[in-house]
């Protein structure tokens, strides 16, 4: 837990935090620790609380940021595979094709007026 008393006296030790059965102890200017500090109090939390909750929000982050490049990835070699086994449509039959859906959006509309 990281404490007030545990912040540390020097102009850049922020002290240790436990998390669990884990201490992570790291610098930090004296002037963002207090201000960090008095923006966690201003919210009725102490800094360990918000520092932990921080540091699960970017491994949350990182964990999407990693699963959605490899769906990404897996679609783009769907596609690739598509391609090359032929499987493609021309750019005008995609254009065409969007025409007509196009014009009978617009056929629907005017009806309804």
């Known amino acids: 837990m990281l404490a007030s008393n545990d912040l540390g006296d020097g102009p850049s030790s922020l ?17 963002l ?11 009725d939390r102490n800094s360990a609380q918000l520092l932990r909750e921080f540091m699960q929000a970017y491994v949350q982050q990182q964990r999407d940021e990693t699963e959605h490049e490899a769906w990404f990835r897996r679609q783009v070699q769907i ?3 598509s391609a090359q ?3 493609v449509i021309s750019a005008e039959d ?10 009978a ?6 009806a309804a007026k």
């Open 15 to 31: 002290g240790t935090t436990t998390l669990g059965e884990a201490t992570f102890t790291f610098q930090v200017d004296e002037t």
């Open 33 to 43: 620790k207090n201000a960090f500090s008095q923006a966690a109090q201003d919210r």
């Open 79 to 81: 596609g690739l595979d």
């Open 85 to 87: 086994s032929g499987r």
């Open 94 to 103: 995609v254009e065409a094709r969007f025409a007509a859906k196009r014009a």
């Open 105 to 110: 959006t617009q056929r629907r509309l005017d």
